[in-house]
């Protein structure tokens, strides 16, 4: 069994289609505990990345447990397929403190060993678009030819958008209104300029090019290379965005709904980082009809909308979030822990989140509609509590209904371009998400 430092402990992990080992299924539900924290993280390249920050966050909880008398605590981790490029700053896991120092990015403009080993691992059978896509990231030739080749190899690495009944459109795991992503429809060079730009907004050193808002054809154009690999980057992280729903509304989901048969007694408490936070989230979507086991969710950098929850879309969008219904599935809180020096949800993703051709007006990183949970909470929701995370840790989280915690206090440590982003293992935390579950006092 593993050691993550607390116990009792157990595994799920599921594969890309949300199923998971008929054994490790058993074993959760043999957990000797009346409360389950369940944590999924986000991007990571192995199961061990995965454990060290299990063991991290999990570190503070043993010491914190002053709840009512009779709670027996368990500790879940969600493992599932995922990609982190190795110049993402994250914690030093597996021996994260509170002030334990982000590793410092991999040198150089392309890919690093480790990178493209996980995309091949990520994307099967593509080695050889693999490799090309490196060499030009590599060798940043200044030819246009090569700009749209790298698009063509980098858009055939992810499956079309899809609509209709059956289909991942079906499953609403877009987290907003639109169209096709500008990442797999849009002009390379003008997405390779954006991001380009986005990437110097962020505080990372790119190479110079000329100055002002658009570029000439005829012109250099190697200094776009830093641009294009972030759509790279962006472009997994499309893949990812439709795994981490896949896995929670058909695999996770599901799960917690057999646990509500075979353990009533079992309260569950959903914790999720960036793209896991997705993936809990799209849990409750799959949560069956008449299971109320999940007594909380924490949503930590959360990588999807923050309009997911709303009923009704504002800012002249159309519609409703994919998740509008979701919070009512849960027998307490829905806590969303948000900090501004997380750029890349400031910065980068709301330039990848936005529909094709409408950042042509305006930049994506100032246009409301299209910021993370994580950037600013959960928005269009009423009634929606606010809390700084001194208020918090001092008073507790209401016992139902959304909720937004500014943890920008302790999630503030993280180079670029991520920035905090995965600045997550920290005791005040930990004491949200006990508070959220009812299972510790402020």
């Excluded at 990372?204 to 250099?220: D, K, T, W």
């Excluded at 709904?257 to 997705?278: E, K, M, N, Y």
């Excluded at 990848?352 to 509609?369: E, V």
């Excluded at 993370?372 to 918090?392: K, N, Y």
Aim: hydrophobic share 40%.
């Amino acid at each position: 069994m593993t050691d993550i430092g607390v116990a009792p402990y157990r595994e799920i992990t599921f594969d890309a289609d949300g199923d998971a080992d008929p054994a490790e299924r058993t074993a959760l539900a043999g957990v000797e505990a009346t409360d389950l924290v369940l944590l999924a993280h986000g991007w990571n390249n192995t199961p061990d990345t995965a454990r060290g920050l299990f063991r991290a966050f999990f570190a503070a909880f043993p010491a914190l447990l002053t709840g009512p008398e009779g709670v027996r605590l368990g500790y879940g981790g969600v493992i599932w397929p995922s990609i982190r490029f190795t110049d993402e700053t994250i914690p030093n896991f597996p021996h994260a403190t509170a002030t334990t120092a982000p590793t410092a990015p991999a040198p150089g403009p392309g890919l690093d060993a480790a990178t493209v080993t996980a995309l091949k691992g990520f994307f099967p059978g593509q080695d050889a678009a693999i490799d090309r896509i490196t060499a030009y990231l590599d060798q940043r030739p200044d030819e246009e030819a090569a700009f749209t080749d790298f698009a063509r190899l980098t858009r055939q690495l992810v499956a079309a958008p899809a609509s209709g009944p059956g289909t991942l459109g079906d499953l609403a795991l877009e987290d907003g209104p639109g169209a096709s992503p500008a990442l797999l429809t849009d002009g390379i060079l003008g997405l390779c300029q954006r991001f380009t730009a986005a990437l110097a907004d962020t505080g990372m050193a790119v190479q110079p090019g000329p100055p002002g808002p658009s570029f000439s054809i005829g012109g250099s154009l190697k200094h776009l290379w830093d641009g294009a690999k972030e759509v790279l980057r962006q472009t997994t992280y499309y893949e990812m965005k439709h795994r981490a729903g896949t896995v929670g509304q058909r695999g996770l989901g599901p799960l917690i709904g057999q646990l509500a048969t075979t353990r009533p007694d079992l309260r569950i408490h959903l914790v999720g980082h960036s793209q896991g936070a997705r993936l809990v989230a799209f849990a409750l979507k799959g949560l069956p009809g008449g299971a109320h086991n999940v007594k909380s969710v924490t949503l930590l950098e959360g990588a999807f909308s923050h309009y997911t929850f709303a009923e009704r879309l504002p800012d002249g969008l159309s519609g409703a979030g994919a998740l509008s219904d979701a919070q009512g599935r849960v027998d307490g809180p829905v806590v969303s822990c948000y900090s501004h020096f997380d750029t890349a949800l400031g910065v980068i993703y709301p330039l990848a989140s936005a529909l094709s051709g409408d950042y042509a007006s305006a930049l994506p990183g100032l246009d409301r509609r299209w910021w993370a949970i994580g950037h600013d909470g959960i928005q269009a929701v009423s009634p929606c509590t606010t809390l700084t995370l001194a208020e918090a840790l001092r008073d507790g989280v209401p016992d139902s209904g959304c909720v937004s915690v500014d943890a920008a206090a302790v999630v503030r440590a993280g180079g670029p371009p991520s920035g905090a982003h995965s600045d997550i293992c920290h005791p005040e935390l930990a004491r949200v998400v006990l508070a959220a579950g009812r299972i510790a006092g402020p």
